[in-house]
C-alpha cells in the first residue's frame, strides 16, 4: 500500500497569504495525484488531478506541482472559503489511498 | 447536473448489516466507475470499494474485503455497498463518489450517509 504523507498538519495563515502544502508518498505514483478540499460539514471536493490539472470550475488560485514522490498544491492569495482541510490521494495503485490531512486555519 | 444521493445509513449493532444506496442522476451512469469512500467521526478520507462501469471489475480496501460487497444497477442508475458483520470501527460518513472513464479520482461526491456501529 502507498502511503501518503502530508505537512504540515495545520497552517495557520491570514488571507491575502499564500499557502504552500506538501505530500510525500512512500514510493514512485509517477503524476497520479490528486488534492481535494473539505469544508466542515460538506463533502470533499476535487481541486487537482494528475498533479497539476485543474478541475472543472476551480480557481486559478490553485495550482498543482510535482511527480514521483513529493507533490505540492499552492493556494496564491487565501481567500476566506479556502480555509478547509486538504487531502491528497493516488491512483496509481491499489488500493487508492489518501493523505492524513492539512489544515488550513485562520492565523 | 450530476447528483449523488446516498441513503441507508442508521444505527446497528456490532456483527449487524446495512445496504447502502447511491442513486445517481444528471449523467450516463452506466458508463463512469463508481467509488464509496468514508470519513469516521473526525478523522480523514479512507477509500472502501469501487467497481468498474461494466460491474466487471470490484476493489476493496483490505480493512473491509470479505465483509462489504459493492455493486451496480445500471438499469437503476445506482451503486450498492451492502455492509455485513459490522465493527465499531466501520462507523464514519460514507460517501458514494463518481470517478472519470479512465477510473482513479473522485471528480463528484454524494453528501453522504452516516453509519453508526453500536451496542
Known amino acids: 500500500e502507498i502511503v501518503l504523507t502530508q505537512s504540515p498538519a495545520t497552517l495557520s495563515l491570514s488571507p491575502g497569504e499564500g499557502a504552500t502544502l506538501s505530500c510525500r508518498a512512500s514510493?514512485?505514483?509517477?503524476?497520479?495525484l490528486a488534492w481535494y478540499q473539505q469544508r466542515p460539514g460538506q463533502a470533499p471536493r476535487l481541486l487537482i488531478y494528475d498533479a497539476s490539472n485543474r478541475a472543472t470550475g476551480i480557481p486559478a488560485r490553485f495550482s498543482g506541482s510535482g511527480s514521483g514522490t513529493d507533490f505540492t498544491l499552492t493556494i496564491s492569495s487565501l481567500e476566506p472559503e479556502d480555509f478547509a482541510v486538504y487531502y491528497c490521494q493516488q491512483r496509481s495503485n491499489w488500493p487508492r489511498t489518501f493523505g492524513q490531512g492539512t489544515k488550513v486555519e485562520i492565523k | 447536473e450530476v447528483q449523488l444521493l446516498e441513503s441507508g445509513g442508521g444505527l446497528v449493532q456490532p456483527g449487524g448489516s446495512l445496504r447502502l444506496s447511491c442513486a445517481a442522476s444528471?449523467?450516463?451512469?452506466?458508463?463512469?466507475?463508481m467509488s464509496w469512500v468514508r470519513q469516521a467521526p473526525g478523522k480523514g478520507l479512507e477509500w472502501v470499494s469501487a467497481?468498474?462501469?461494466?460491474?466487471?471489475?470490484?476493489y476493496y480496501a483490505d480493512s473491509v474485503k470479505g465483509r462489504f460487497t459493492i455493486s451496480r444497477d445500471n438499469s437503476k442508475n445506482t451503486l450498492y455497498l451492502q455492509l455485513n458483520g459490522l465493527r465499531d470501527e466501520d462507523t464514519a460518513i460514507y460517501y458514494c463518489?463518481?470517478?472519470?472513464?479512465?477510473?482513479?479520482?473522485?471528480?463528484?461526491w454524494g453528501q453522504g450517509t452516516l453509519v453508526t456501529v453500536s451496542s
Open positions: 467497481i468498474s462501469a461494466s460491474a466487471y471489475s470490484t
Open positions: 514510493q514512485s505514483v509517477s503524476s497520479y
Open positions: 444528471g449523467f450516463t451512469f452506466s458508463t463512469y466507475p
Open positions: 463518489a463518481r470517478s472519470p472513464p479512465s477510473g482513479g479520482y473522485f471528480e463528484y
